[in-house]
């Protein structure tokens, strides 16, 4: 008999960057009390797993991707005690929590670290990755995400380390089999407390190039990623520990193709069981309706039926999607509505994350005093200390802060939109008093009830998670228009996105002569329909079965 499908295809993902989520002991920052507390709500919007960003102990020198011990909690979070009752409570609601685990590089405070500094012949030295100076300075010339060079000197161990990320997030050396294992066991302490999986952090870096020999061109990083040896790590990994659990893994590969994704998620290739590839998020800076539909038809081509690919457009590192992608001014409400069915009726698991169901958008701050985020900070230290001009560069490096996703998120119009009693850690957008959740709780139009109605369908109908995917080829080069079926079995449905600010006549075609529509979900009140047409307005979104 058949095995029983894996349980997290039909799931929706909750995405909590808990220290914007909710501040329960008013320092400033969330917590994971305030987790708890807020637990119904997220339970009320009907998704099942949720992904929880960095917990571990950490200097938080990148909001917790730097691990300084994999085994304690963040005191900003809260204790090991509380972690288990989050634990207990989000199961007691009938959810799962996967926990955001980075394995790529550790807090250069990690006790690691400091004993691999120590001496060259500490046992840890090799858990790290050293070189010698070349012509008295970097081993090589490359940029790392988040600063000029990937090599730091450290004067205590007289040798450069390598870092893909901060100088204080030093790689690991995956090719020490003594660090893989205590890798893996760490996991395993994870996996035995009863998490139903893992998020994991840049996990296509793993694997490095032999040698590090220059790069042509320093600036495009992708020699950092999906290096030889990266995916006998995963099946290790995957043998070692994930195949002994009934769990779910979702890594994080950038720059990935559909067909390179295939290696990472494949059904038989017994390594993860989805990936955030970015072909979206890092390679299309602004909407582009004919690039989104063709990244679509890739990875649709590339891994239906093989492996299952993961819907999103942002994230706690990429802007709100209602800003970047969609209208966060006069068609706000309607174009967050849209961009939600169009991701949660494309083949993939959607992922939410905090404040996208409420509509929530980016900011702008008007000092680089204000912004928190590293890789921003260091980028505008960087240009500005070439010379370049400091409010230039402060307006160039905002619409992709990854601050613009990081701000509190937004209870109600109360100070602080409810998210703290004390001041909080990054300011609060100044526009919660319209944004807010408990606004859209009280609103039966709501963004956040139209995503309960999404989620909703996707529980009763298997279409959404098994049909398959056929766009109509009519509107397949309309920049305005995303028009397609999903069918499984008898069940066929259309969905039909008007993404722009201009009202579309949608004309039917012949082949629907004979056939009925209803109309199962829309964001805008029912229009009168004429026989032959449907007129759409700005950032009108349907859903349709075909009968
Ligand atoms: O992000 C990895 C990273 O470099 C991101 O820029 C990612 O590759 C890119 O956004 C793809 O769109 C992860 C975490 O998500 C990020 O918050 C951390 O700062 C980073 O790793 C270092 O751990």
């Keep these: 008999a058949p095995s029983k499908p894996a349980w997290w295809k039909k799931s929706v993902v909750y995405q909590v960057y808990w220290r914007s989520f909710y501040d329960a002991d008013g320092d400033g920052y969330g917590d994971l009390e305030g987790v708890i507390r807020k637990l119904d709500y997220i339970r009320e919007l009907g998704v099942d797993v949720i992904w929880l960003n960095p917990v571990y102990e950490s200097p938080d020198l990148d909001n917790g991707y730097d691990i300084s011990d994999y085994e304690a909690i963040m005191s900003k979070a809260g204790t090991m005690e509380t972690w288990e009752r989050l634990l207990a409570e989000v199961h007691r609601r ?5 926990m955001d685990l980075v394995v790529n590089h550790t807090s250069n405070r990690h006790p690691w670290f400091a004993e691999a500094r120590s001496s060259r012949d500490n046992p840890k030295r090799d858990w790290y990755i050293w070189k010698e100076p070349k012509n008295g300075g970097a081993p090589n010339n490359w940029r790392s995400y988040f600063a000029p060079s990937t090599w730091t000197w450290d004067a205590a161990a007289e040798q450069y380390y390598f870092h893909s990320f901060a100088s ?4 690991l050396n995956w090719r020490n089999p003594e660090l893989r294992e205590e890798i893996y066991r760490m996991m395993t302490f994870w996996l035995d407390k009863g998490i139903d999986g893992f998020r994991l952090d840049a996990i296509a870096l793993l694997a490095k190039p032999d040698g590090f020999p220059d790069a042509e061109r320093p600036e495009d990083i992708r020699y950092l990623t999906n290096n ?4 006998g790590y995963l099946r290790e990994m995957n043998e070692r520990v994930f195949s002994r659990y009934d769990i779910v893994t979702v890594g994080e590969a950038a720059f990935v193709t559909p067909e390179e994704g295939l290696m990472f998620v494949g059904e038989d290739r017994c390594e993860l069981n989805m990936l955030f590839h970015f072909e979206v998020c890092d390679e299309m800076p602004a909407w582009d309706m004919r690039r989104f539909k063709e990244i679509q038809r890739r990875w649709y081509e590339g891994l239906w039926g093989k492996g299952t690919n993961s819907q999103f457009l942002n994230n706690h590192d990429h802007t709100r999607q209602v800003t970047r992608y969609g209208n966060d001014g006069q068609y706000r409400v309607q174009s ?3 961009l939600a069915t169009m991701l949660h009726t494309l083949p993939g698991v959607p992922y939410i994350y905090q404040g996208e169901e409420i509509g929530m958008t980016g900011v702008r701050f008007g000092a680089i005093e204000d912004y928190n985020d590293i ?8 240009e500005v200390g070439n010379g370049a001009d400091p409010g230039d560069t402060l307006a160039r490096l905002q619409p992709l802060s990854r601050d613009n996703s990081r701000t509190p998120m937004q209870w109600d119009d109360s100070p602080q939109a409810g998210f703290t009693k004390g001041t909080p850690w990054i300011r609060v957008n100044p ?3 319209e ?14 009830r139209y995503y309960q109605a999404l989620i909703r369908l996707r529980k009763q109908h298997d279409v959404m998670t098994y049909g398959d995917f056929a766009e109509w080829p009519e509107w397949m080069a309309d920049e305005r228009m995303y028009v397609y079926e999903r069918a499984l079995d008898e069940t066929r449905w259309l969905i039909v996105l008007n993404h722009s600010d201009e009202p579309v006549s949608l004309d039917w075609p012949e082949r629907l002569r004979g056939s009925s529509l209803r109309l199962l979900l829309a964001n805008y009140p029912a ?8 007129q759409l307005r700005p950032h009108e979104a349907r859903i349709y079965e075909i009968l």
Excluded at 168 to 171: R, V, Y
Excluded at 375 to 382: D, I
Excluded at 435 to 448: H, R
């Design 228 to 231: 030889p040896g990266l995916h």
């Design 527 to 534: 229009a009168h329909e004429g026989e032959a047409a449907a």
């Design 94 to 98: 009938g959810m799962k929590l996967i």
């Design 375 to 382: 890789a921003m900070r260091n980028r505008y230290a960087e």
């Design 336 to 338: 967050a509505k849209l």
């Design 168 to 171: 204080e997030q030093p790689d």
């Design 435 to 448: 944004i807010n959740a408990a606004k859209d709780l009280a609103d039966p139009d709501s963004v956040y």
């Design 431 to 433: 526009n919660y008093a």
